[in-house]
């Protein structure tokens, strides 16, 4: 069992960038593909970025490629997210998510592990 705390999260103003981090407890982390979702209000929660257990392969929804970045830091148990060029369509509640199954998935249901959530504002 992993346990997740996101922070980072804040405002800034459009085109600007913010860095997310996901601490990790436990000794397992490497052993956990990870991932970032968000959830704007009134919609659902849907996928942003995932990142293989090594960190040598990662998925992005299309909507933050070339923007976001995700990474990792397995010394350290410490999922990223760099963010940049932001947009007021990235406002939302920003979660971290682990799973255990092979592949990079982007279903909600895939993920066994949450953390509370970082909210990320962009103003225009």
């Known amino acids: 069992q992993v346990q997740l705390v996101e922070s980072g999260g804040g405002l800034v103003q459009a085109g600007g960038s913010l860095r997310l981090s996901c601490a990790a407890s436990g000794r397992t982390f490497s052993r956990y593909i990870m991932g970032w979702f968000r959830q704007a209000p009134g919609k659902e929660r849907e996928f942003v970025a995932a990142?293989?257990?090594?960190?040598?392969?990662?998925n992005y929804a299309d909507c933050v490629k070339g923007r976001f970045t995700i990474s990792r830091d397995n010394a350290k148990n410490t999922l990223y997210l760099q963010m940049n060029s932001l947009k007021p369509e990235d406002t939302a509640v920003y979660y971290c998510a682990a799973k255990n199954a092979y592949g990079l998935g982007e279903a909600r249901s895939e993920y066994l592990y949450w953390g509370q959530g970082t909210q990320v504002t962009v103003s225009s």
């Open positions: 990142i293989s257990w090594g960190g040598g392969t990662t």
